[in-house]
């Protein structure tokens, strides 16, 4: 009973759409789930708007950094635009020449910007010159989209992205920090590429994907199953996990620390990070006739102390 959903991934040589894991008999403690904090917005800091408009590059629009160029006419340009407009001032269209605007550039140094991130809980103001470095490492800046299957552009803080998981993807939320699955496949043979339906696990007032993929390895078939933690790496680092495959008398355990979401799921099954199964092994550990693949995993994610 194949879904519709379109939760592979498009980008892959041969996507199928795979059925979600099977919950099974849950033996966890609910925890409770800390409301994410309100953010409360501190009002803008009194940088003058058109100060900072005119540090806008009238071409792409973005914040200007030195070196700043101007025409004869006093009409400036940013360093990037500027070779691309063959030497007239895309204002004036006045011969351009080779003039660097150093007022302008002393003024943006005097200049304090708050954090572009200030709607996603960022306070830090940034004297303008730091301000890109500093938002590019900001520990408020949106997370990607988890999800694994498709292309998905949204972004946002963590409470914002589990609330579109749940209402747009349709993942499938599990309360606890232990948690078993199973993982069904018919003519499992016949994939080589597949993502199955992510699950979001909830416990210690924070969020985990538990991803499940078939892929690749070499020219081995092969399943991984690993964790993300919704959340940056410093973070995820105070936590553990382990997973655990068998049937048949045998059993393989991988114990792991969750990934960040800021690492893409590919980026993550790419570098073996979790718990990898040969096919061979997985249709084993399936029992049967070998014709369709069913796996349970069972995981426990602890914190460390
Ligand atoms: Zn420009
Ligand atoms: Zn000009
Ligand atoms: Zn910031
Ligand atoms: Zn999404």
């Known amino acids: ?19 979600r894991p099977q919950n099974e008999a849950m033996m966890d403690v609910t925890e409770n789930v800390t409301d ?3 953010h409360i917005l501190k009002p803008n800091v009194a940088a003058s708007s058109s100060v900072r408009e005119l540090l806008e590059c009238p071409v792409c629009l973005n914040a200007m950094y030195p070196p700043i160029h101007q025409c004869l ?13 063959h030497n007239r001032c895309p204002t004036c269209r006045h011969e351009l020449g080779n003039i660097r605007c150093l007022a302008l550039e002393k ?3 005097s200049l304090e910007l708050p954090c572009k991130f200030q709607n996603f809980g960022c306070m830090g103001i940034y004297p303008y010159y730091n ?8 520990a408020h800046r949106p997370y990607n989209c988890p999800y694994a299957g498709s292309e998905c552009t949204v972004v946002g803080d963590i ?9 747009d993807h349709k993942v499938d939320m599990h309360n606890g ?3 078993n699955h199973r993982y069904v496949k ?18 210690f007032g924070k969020y985990f994907c538990l991803h499940f993929e078939a892929f690749q390895l070499g020219m081995a078939p092969v399943y991984i199953a690993f964790l993300r933690f919704m959340g940056d790496d410093n973070e995820a680092k105070n936590y553990n996990y382990s997973l655990e495959v068998g049937g048949n008398g045998r059993k393989m355990i991988w114990q792991g620390v969750p990934r960040s979401i800021r690492d893409s799921h590919r980026k993550v099954r790419d570098s073996f990070d979790g718990l990898i199964i040969q096919r061979n092994m997985a249709l084993f550990f399936s029992g049967g006739d070998r014709k369709e693949l069913k796996l349970r995993v069972s995981g426990r994610i602890w914190k460390e102390q």
């Open 131 to 138: 301000k890109l470095k500093h938002e590019s490492q900001c």
């Open 107 to 109: 003024v943006a140094a």
């Open 159 to 167: 409470p914002y992205l589990v609330a579109h998981l749940k209402d």
């Open 186 to 203: 018919t003519n499992p043979h016949e994939v080589e590429n597949a993502t199955w339906m992510l699950t979001v696990l909830s416990c």
């Open 73 to 85: 006419n006093g009409h400036t340009l940013c360093s990037g635009c500027k070779p691309r407009v």
């Open 177 to 179: 920090s232990t948690f």
């Open 1 to 19: 009973m194949a879904s519709g959903n379109p939760f592979f991934d498009e980008m892959r040589i041969k996507p199928e759409v795979i059925d």
């Open 36 to 38: 994410p904090a309100q």
